[in-house]
């Protein structure tokens, strides 16, 4: 099942380390190329050579150790795994995780890397709920980290409570699961649109929105996480474009129209989650406007609708829009999904606290014009994405092995 990917298996020092060499063999097993990094700690509790000998590479704890090729170690191996696990996380390590530090090669491989990276924390109970980790784990999560577990019982210091890892076998099912999802889409096309146009008004402002695209940037993350070749048609942002998405960049809504429908006939989904000025400036100051002691009136007219031109002209396309309401959620999504002519609609109340414009999280609903509805709680907008993602893979037929 994971033949062809490699992953970076981090062993940080905690009695749960132990457990690690049951994660390597298992993923081995399953066919995956297996990298283990552990921290100087992690050595008290595991030989390097047990997890040398179930990885079948060398083990890497020294930064300056003498190297095995000739490349930088720690930013190969950075570059060229698919996924991540570091299992146990101890605090120590998550909050080193959290703040950025890299002081021994596993936490700077955990720099370095952009590909997904898992935790397994393993701690004591009182440890586990100190509000320190769980502002690290929280800090962590909004950075798309995925944290599994921990679980509940009976815990090296003699207490019961939280802070036990995972099972072996529960941590390799939900890696497994992620990246062999990752085939989902393979061979589909997708177009996602982010953030807030922007409409100049004259050579130094311009009337723009609240969006922050990560919305946007976390849908196109989601679909090539699932194989989709993904391009981001996005209006300005300070987002990093995610890991092998092509980014598009446009300023005003005539720009994100144009690239639009350039690429749409290529399209299998287009989803438009930026949010899109109805309306621009008449007139677009050629010198910056001067203050005068009147009132300025500036006359507005009107962009093109490019999810209802979309929606007009879209053949086998999904076409999925967004609604950013402030009142009537659900009748005004649901009138916007009919005159749009769209596959599904998101439904997103933006008054909430925590939801919609410039937030981590989202809540958000999906409306189908067959009837259908999901209600979703609140959570990170990466896991709305991938929510939203699975849908679309259901509306195109493919569902997972
Ligand atoms: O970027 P973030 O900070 O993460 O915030 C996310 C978000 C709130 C921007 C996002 O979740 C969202 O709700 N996006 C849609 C915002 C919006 O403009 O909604 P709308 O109801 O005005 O537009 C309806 C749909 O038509 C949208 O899919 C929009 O992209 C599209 N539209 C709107 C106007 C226009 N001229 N052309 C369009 O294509």
Same mark, same amino acid.
């Given at each position: 099942?994971?033949?062809?990917?490699?992953?970076?298996?981090?062993?940080?020092?905690?009695? +749960?380390?132990?457990?690690?060499?049951?994660?390597?063999?298992?993923?081995?097993?399953?066919?995956?190329?297996?990298?283990?990094?552990?921290?100087?700690?992690?050595?008290?509790?595991?030989?390097?050579?047990?997890?040398?000998?179930?990885?079948?590479?060398?083990?890497? @704890?020294?930064?300056?150790?003498?190297?095995?090729?000739?490349?930088?170690?720690?930013?190969?191996?950075? &570059?060229?795994?698919?996924?991540?696990?570091?299992?146990?996380?101890?605090?120590?390590?998550?909050?080193?995780?959290?703040?950025?530090?890299?002081?021994?090669?596993? /936490?700077?491989?955990?720099? +370095?890397?952009?590909?997904?990276?898992?935790?397994?924390?393993?701690?004591?109970?009182?440890?586990?709920?100190?509000?320190?980790?769980?502002?690290?784990?929280?800090?962590?999560?909004?950075?798309?980290?995925? @944290?599994?577990?921990?679980?509940?019982?009976?815990?090296?210091?003699?207490?019961?409570?939280?802070?036990?890892?995972?099972?072996?076998?529960?941590?390799?099912?939900?890696?497994?699961?992620?990246?062999?999802? /990752?085939?989902?889409?393979?061979?589909?096309?997708?177009?996602?649109?982010?953030?807030?146009?922007?409409?100049?008004?004259?050579?130094?402002?311009?009337?723009?929105?609240?969006?922050?695209?990560?919305?946007?940037?976390?849908?196109?993350? #989601?679909?090539?996480?699932?194989?989709?070749?993904?391009?981001?048609?996005?209006?300005?942002?300070?987002?990093?474009?995610?890991? &092998?998405?092509?980014?598009? /960049?446009?300023?005003?809504?005539?720009?994100?129209?144009?690239?639009?429908?350039?690429?749409?006939?290529?399209?299998?989904? @287009?989803?438009?989650?930026?949010?899109?000025?109805?309306?621009?400036?008449?007139?677009?100051?050629?010198?910056?406007?001067?203050?005068?002691?009147? /009132?300025?009136?500036?006359?507005?007219?009107?962009?093109?609708?490019?999810?209802?031109?979309?929606?007009?002209?879209?053949?086998?396309?999904?076409?999925?829009?967004?609604?950013?309401?402030? &009142?009537?959620?659900?009748?005004? #999504?649901?009138?916007?999904?009919?005159?749009?002519?769209?596959?599904?609609?998101?439904?997103?109340?933006?008054?909430?606290?925590?939801?919609?414009?410039?937030?981590?999280?989202?809540?958000?609903?999906?409306?189908?014009?067959?009837?259908?509805?999901?209600?979703?709680?609140?959570?990170?907008?990466?896991?709305?994405?991938?929510?939203?993602?699975?849908?679309?893979?259901?509306?195109?037929?493919?569902?997972?092995?």
């Amino acid at each position: 099942m994971l033949r062809g990917k490699k992953i970076l298996v981090g062993v940080s020092g905690g009695i +749960a380390a132990y457990k690690s060499a049951e994660v390597v063999s298992r993923l081995r097993k399953l066919g995956a190329e297996v990298h283990v990094a552990m921290t100087k700690g992690a050595t008290e509790f595991i030989a390097p050579l047990t997890l040398r000998t179930l990885s079948m590479n060398p083990v890497h @704890v020294e930064m300056f150790e003498e190297p095995k090729r000739w490349n930088v170690e720690h930013i190969a191996l950075a &570059e060229h795994v698919d996924a991540v696990l570091v299992a146990p996380a101890t605090a120590n390590l998550l909050a080193k995780m959290a703040v950025g530090i890299a002081d021994d090669f596993l /936490s700077t491989v955990l720099l +370095a890397t952009r590909a997904p990276i898992f935790v397994a924390p393993a701690m004591n109970h009182a440890m586990f709920h100190h509000s320190a980790t769980q502002q690290n784990l929280e800090t962590l999560r909004t950075r798309s980290v995925r @944290v599994i577990g921990p679980d509940t019982g009976f815990q090296a210091c003699g207490t019961d409570g939280d802070g036990r890892m995972s099972e072996p076998v529960e941590i390799v099912k939900i890696l497994v699961d992620f990246l062999t999802s /990752s085939k989902l889409l393979e061979g589909k096309k997708a177009l996602v649109t982010a953030g807030g146009t922007q409409e100049p008004l004259d050579p130094v402002r311009y009337l723009g929105n609240r969006s922050s695209g990560r919305m946007g940037y976390a849908i196109a993350q #989601a679909l090539q996480e699932a194989g989709a070749e993904t391009i981001l048609v996005s209006a300005p942002t300070d987002l990093p474009v995610p890991h &092998e998405v092509k980014r598009i /960049s446009v300023m005003t809504a005539q720009e994100m129209h144009d690239a639009v429908l350039e690429q749409f006939p290529k399209m299998d989904v @287009v989803i438009k989650a930026a949010a899109v000025a109805d309306y621009r400036p008449k007139e677009n100051a050629s010198q910056k406007i001067k203050k005068q002691g009147t /009132s300025l009136w500036v006359e507005l007219v009107p962009n093109p609708d490019i999810l209802a031109e979309l929606g007009k002209i879209k053949s086998t396309q999904i076409l999925v829009g967004f609604a950013a309401e402030t &009142e009537n959620l659900i009748a005004n #999504a649901q009138d916007k999904m009919r005159r749009k002519n769209v596959d599904m609609l998101v439904a997103n109340d933006v008054t909430r606290p925590g939801s919609g414009f410039g937030s981590f999280t989202n809540s958000v609903s999906f409306l189908f014009p067959d009837g259908r509805r999901i209600d979703l709680p609140q959570m990170n907008k990466l896991e709305v994405a991938r929510h939203l993602r699975d849908e679309i893979a259901g509306l195109l037929g493919v569902t997972k092995e």
